[in-house]
């Protein structure tokens, strides 16, 4: 087909380089205090996407509420989860796990929410939010950086193989 070539190539050019599978999506829940675990969504997602089932499903019945970057990192530590983070607004950590294909989860909205990082190359970003797990949301790729950093600058991301890649047709 001559077209099929064309389409799939803007159909990759539109598409995030973690392009999470909808059933993988974890959306935000309250916990017992009533509190988003926001955080916890995002990892669930996470560790799906890099293909720890079993890790994903016992963080959504095990955990909740809110997390920070110590709480969470002592869960993870305590149960075995290798992971890598930033907490200093290091773009390069971004790059790298992106680039990796593993994703990032970052804080958001003056460090009350974490979303999962799906996109971002020199020109744009793409965000997957645990409130809105329907669309993956776009945006150039300062402004991203620009509420991240203003958030804290932290990101965590696990460190375990990702979903293989789409195939590029070559037909």
């Given amino acids: 087909m001559p077209g099929m070539k064309q389409l799939l190539i803007a159909l990759l ?32 997602t996470l560790l799906r996407w890099q293909n720890r089932i079993h890790a994903a499903d016992y963080y959504r019945k095990t955990y909740g509420n809110g997390q920070g970057p110590d709480s969470l990192a002592a869960k993870f530590n305590s149960d075995g989860v290798r992971f890598a983070e930033t907490r200093t607004g290091d773009v390069q950590f971004l790059e790298w796990a992106l680039r990796t294909r593993r994703g990032a989860n970052v804080v958001w909205m003056n460090g009350r929410h974490m979303l999962t990082l799906v996109h971002l190359d020199g020109e744009q970003a793409a965000i997957l939010d645990n409130n809105a797990i329907d669309k993956v949301q776009w945006m150039p790729r300062e402004r991203f950086l620009a509420e991240w950093r203003a958030s804290g600058g932290w990101a965590v991301t696990p460190l375990y193989t990702p979903m293989a890649p789409v195939p590029i047709y070559n037909g």
Avoid at 26 to 41: H, K
């Fill in 13 to 44: 050019l539109t598409s995030p380089v973690v392009d999470v599978p909808q059933d993988y999506r974890q959306a935000n829940w309250l916990g017992d205090r009533g509190q988003g675990s926001c955080v916890i969504a995002s990892s669930v």
